[in-house]
């Protein structure tokens, strides 16, 4: 659910990156009649879908995740350092992350466990850092109940002040000047019900409406 | 002028104890299998191990014999349980490992292979990425000051490969295979297929010989982000 | 997304006077010579232009459209009373140049477009090249500070492309067109012949539509470095 | 005759960088059962030589002075970025690069006239700090006869330190820790003219020859 309301983010013209996990499932649900151009930190610009049969899979066609894809026609592969250079040179549109802790000011925590040495930081802080428009796409609470979007990251931070929108099960939220602003609730939640799962206070906007798919 | 060597054991005859390697691949992809199981296999121990993640430290990791990992997972991607055991080696003081941004990290592989000692970048400010580095102010942003990474040996996959050491990859399997060819003192490339010099299309030179000191057949293995193996 | 334009005039039409321009190309080979004629012919002037040598800012400094030159050969390399002219200009205080050396000016292109400021090299220390710089020891090497460089509009050359802004590259064609492609605000390319999307082979995708803005198709035109033009 | 000696010094399994102006013409004296890889700064590993008749010129195949060349078997192109990072990365065994000056400390100078603005300094930097070693080959003398090796350049440099081995159409001389070591001279041409136009002293070597072509 969180990936079809996020696949509405995908716009004809834009390039985006589904970052490791979650988002990718996003690829999807892409409208085929639009040239949203996938890009994959491995090195791959317009990719389509996940294979699921090994038997098809080749596995220098894969994606960021480690899953086996195929091109769509005016695919291009290249190596990381291009990557990254696409990445951090500030030549995506968009970068949807999926994150353990997101801050009232926008701070992503999307890499390591409290406590850990090792840790898996990837692109992440490329992508959090390099993209026009980051959106984080997550369970809104953890799997105890407790809020993600909080006021002050416990965890290690990826990047700081990157977050523009956090889709959730729940909500659909913007980070700006003001804070954060509830654009959307999920079918059947109320906003309180969304607040009560959140620890910074929410603004709701005027304009709040029911989230679409 | 041949950096065809006759086989895998021979390849990295000369990797000791000790040593800095970077290993090329990411994912299921562009791996230097091959070498690295003959590495293991000879035995070489202490080793630092720079690379993407999971399916190029594991080996090393499994069997002790990496000192240090550099690299953009240091945790498994996926398997939970490989997480809490090289954390555990982490906390015994067994294994040391040092997370880098895949990009940064590949940046930084680059520019000794470009012959750039440091750069500055905004990537890793106000995180521990950018704990304890210089700083600096470029159009009112903080950047932190990079080195560049050495090693001693880069192992690395191509597709097809000429005694010249011209290399191509397939698609995504270029990954950081074009950027450690030439990174690290000695370059040593598997391929799947040795042919003739001439055979490669010179449009297609994916890794070009002078960054290649040997070069050597050996079969595509195929492993998984989840650790299992196909061909 | 269509990224194919109608022609010359329409690819520029917003370059106005004051901006920074990169123009690929080296020698005979990659020149975006039509967007460059183009350009004059609008009239744009007081154009800061960054590019290799000769061939490319000829056209800017001949007719007075230029107020700056950033290149490796701000002289003329093959024709000294060339030299003598673009000389007498910059004496005059018409026009102001700055050399710098090929692979420092290819290195802050590149920095530009992949998003580094900055980045240290032992290239120019202790000459004019190196003269007012930052300077810091690594490893006991002097080292100056280079800057990423800037511009407005990447003019560039391609040989096939497609209307996402995918194009290749003939041989040593690619020269600078691959590192400006991206380096700027406005990424401009003009091609041989515009093919379908699918048509190029996505293992020979020189530059990716991602750093291209426009494309728009002309014919080749080739000129040789003593300044003669041949199709 | 400069660049016939200079071609006895390309050897097997060489990466060779022939600079701008006069060196390029040595690709032609080398010998075609060796593997004497040539590399142009504009982007080829692995050219021939130079093309003089026109009509069979391709002009995205020229050598780094802009003079259309061909390809060899085992030939890579690629662009001027992943050109200077074999340059600057120190992968080039050897580069023959053509002066103005040269300093008995090493000093060179190729890239600009006395009390100009304008220059080509090109590749010239790069391939003088980069290249493991780098022979200069020029004509003894300058045009008005005065010495161009000198004690001090007085042109603009174009690198400091950088010269091991200077070639002319009177002598062969390699610059050690001890200074100029005359190790050749030209047929017919005696130790004491060679130092009558080169204004440092020269070491004459114990087992100083005749140049060989």
């Known amino acids: ?213 | 002028m041949n950096k065809v060597v006759v086989n895998l054991a021979e390849a990295i005859r000369d990797i000791e104890d000790g040593a800095r390697i970077m290993v090329g691949g990411f994912a299921a992809s562009g791996g230097a299998n091959n070498l690295v199981q003959a590495l293991i296999a000879k035995g070489t121990k202490d080793l630092t191990i720079i690379c993407t993640g999971s399916p190029e430290w594991m080996p090393f990791v499994e069997n002790d014999r990496a000192k240090k990992v550099i690299s953009g997972f240091t945790s498994h991607s996926l398997r939970p349980e490989i997480t809490e055991v090289i954390e555990a080696k982490v906390r015994a003081g067994k294994l040391e490992v040092e997370t880098v941004p895949h990009g940064i990290l590949s940046e930084r592989i680059r520019a000794r292979k470009a012959g750039i000692p440091a750069f500055y970048t905004p990537i890793g400010v106000g995180t521990v990425f950018g704990e304890g580095k210089e700083t600096k102010l470029f159009d009112g942003d903080e950047c932190v000051l990079e080195r560049a990474i050495e090693a001693d040996f880069a192992l690395i996959r191509g597709h097809y490969g000429d005694r010249l050491g011209n290399l191509t990859c397939r698609f995504v399997a270029r990954n950081r295979n074009t950027e450690m060819a030439g990174a690290a003192e000695v370059t040593i490339a598997e391929v799947e297929e040795i042919v003739e010099v001439g055979d490669i299309d010179p449009e297609r030179v994916d890794i070009q010989g002078i960054y290649v000191q040997r070069v050597v057949r050996a079969p595509k293995i195929v492993k998984w982000l989840d650790g299992h193996e196909a061909v």
Chains 1, 4 share one sequence.
């Open chain 1, 1 to 213: 659910m969180v990936a079809l309301r996020v696949a509405k983010e995908l716009k004809d013209g834009m390039y985006v990156n589904l970052g490791f996990g979650l988002p990718t499932l996003t690829s999807l649900f892409i409208p085929e009649d639009q040239d949203i151009i996938l890009h994959a930190e491995n090195g791959m610009l317009r990719y389509a879908g996940v294979i699921d049969d090994e038997t098809q899979a080749d596995a220098d066609l894969i994606n960021a995740s480690g899953q086996p894809t195929s091109l769509l026609p005016g695919a291009a592969v290249f190596d990381l350092n291009e990557s990254f250079t696409m990445i951090r040179g500030g030549h995506l549109d968009l970068a949807v992350l999926g994150a353990y802790q997101v801050s009232e000011k926008g701070d992503l925590a999307n890499w390591q466990l409290q406590g850990y040495h090792v840790g898996g930081i990837g692109g992440a802080i490329e992508l959090a850092q390099g993209a026009k428009r980051v959106v984080v796409a997550m369970e809104h609470t953890d799997k105890n109940g407790k809020p993600r979007i909080v006021k002050q990251c416990s965890l290690p931070l990826t990047a700081r002040r990157c977050v523009n929108t956090i889709i959730t099960n729940l909500a659909y939220i913007e980070l700006g000047e003001a804070g954060l602003v509830l654009k959307e609730v999920a079918p059947g939640i109320t906003p309180e019900e969304v607040q009560a799962n959140t620890e910074p206070n929410l603004i709701i906007s005027e304009d709040l409406s029911e989230m679409e798919f």
